[in-house]
């Protein structure tokens, strides 16, 4: 390999918004990294869904192209 290409490989803290706090190695420039969704509280791991559509844009989509997609028997 060539010598001094490589960027710096460094730990990082990692915070997620449920407040879980963890250590990884990284080489991004930051030590400090803020993340919406980990392991903890993502629905996947913790097989519990969360509801995120609050400002009812399913609704808001169905109102404006429901029509489009109904087929006529």
Known sequence: MKQNIHPN???VNVSCSCGNKFTTQSTM????????????CHPFYTGKQKIVDTAGRVDK?????????????
Do not use: A, L
Request: glycine share 4%.
């Open 9 to 11: 490989y460094h730990e």
């Open 29 to 40: 420039e930051k030590e400090d990294f803020n993340i919406e969704v980990c392991s903890q």
């Open 61 to 73: 989509f169905n109102q404006k192209y429901g029509n489009m997609f109904k087929r006529n028997v």
